[in-house]
């Protein structure tokens, strides 16, 4: 199959295209500059130049591939305090790759946040993949895939937990947390932290995209989720263990000053259950856990 990725040079992608490749797939990869571009050429992957902004260059080469991947996301506006520009250009990404695919049966692979289900309402309880919100911030996107379903369009849509984790990770929520550890002096969680948040190692995520591409029903969520919940205080305590700092709790309403941008996300429960992508895609995890990969010291080499 020859597969169009986006987002094929960042963190999730970089392990996707080599996941794809190895299985014999062809990978088109959308890249915005010449180091990305690069990047891609020396993993064996063919180049296609562009953004998320350009949307009719975005869809000439969606209807060119036998199937999609949509990795991208801009991430810097996100940190930067434009959240709602990167949703916006998300979804507008997601509808131009949706309209050129549309009654040709190829399938296209998306990819959400398992967060998403509590801000929309899901708590007390593992959310699981037949759980859908009616609307909000990156879901309004996760709809219009699994709408395409209705045209045509063998659409899935990927869940992604708040850490996905590896040696591959060198921006996500992970080394944002020992950023944040190093520049306070403690490691910290919010209240009691016994929030939990669930987690994948990359490899293990990448192969999920590769199966929903090859496999996956049309309108399908699935969970790339291996650690189902990991207790936020237990993730402070590792990355506290490894920068030899203390391990504190901070209060709810220091819990923006103390962790930026991640503030609203921090005292979030949200375990996640990913059982039925288990059964649908034969997918097990077999890499390693969140606290074993942060107790494997990597992330904290200088």
Do not use: C
């Not at 291996?226 to 700092?245: E, H």
């Not at 923006?256 to 039925?276: A, K, Q, R, T, Y």
């Not at 990969?293 to 992330?299: A, S």
């Amino acid at each position: 199959m020859r597969v169009l990725v986006t987002g094929a040079s960042g963190h999730i992608g970089s392990a996707v295209v080599p996941e794809l490749l190895g299985a014999g797939h062809q990978v088109v990869g959308l890249a915005r500059s010449d180091s990305s571009a690069a990047a891609l050429e020396a993993a064996g992957a063919a180049v296609h130049r562009g953004d998320l902004d350009d949307l009719d260059s975005l869809s000439r080469a969606a209807a060119d591939a036998d199937g999609v991947i949509h990795l991208a996301f801009k991430h810097e506006a996100m940190r930067s305090g434009d959240f709602m520009g990167a949703i916006a250009a998300d979804l507008a990404a997601t509808e131009a790759v949706g309209a050129a695919l549309a009654g040709s049966d190829k399938p296209f692979v998306s990819t959400s946040g398992t967060l998403m289900l509590v801000f929309g309402g899901i708590t007390g309880r593992p959310g699981t993949e037949q759980d859908a919100i009616e609307g909000g911030p990156r879901v309004d996107a996760e709809n219009a895939v699994v709408a395409l379903a209705d045209r045509g369009v063998r659409s899935s849509v990927v869940r992604l937990p708040p850490l996905v984790h590896s040696m591959l990770d060198h921006h996500g929520f992970g080394p944002t947390l020992i950023g944040i550890a190093r520049e306070k002096g403690v490691s910290g969680y919010v209240g009691d932290g016994s929030n939990r948040w669930p987690a994948v190692h990359t490899l293990d995520a990448a192969r999920v995209y590769r199966l929903a591409l090859e496999t996956a029903k049309p309108g399908t969520r699935l969970h790339a989720v291996a650690d189902a919940g990991v207790p936020f205080r237990d993730i402070a305590g590792a990355i506290g263990s490894q920068l030899g700092l203390p391990t504190a709790s901070v209060a709810n309403d220091d819990a923006m000053e103390h962790f930026s941008f991640l503030g609203p996300f921090v005292s979030l429960d949200n375990p996640i259950s990913s059982d039925l992508t288990r059964q649908w895609l034969g997918w097990q995890p077999a890499n390693l856990g969140l606290i074993e990969d942060l107790e494997d010291g990597h992330y904290f080499a200088t």
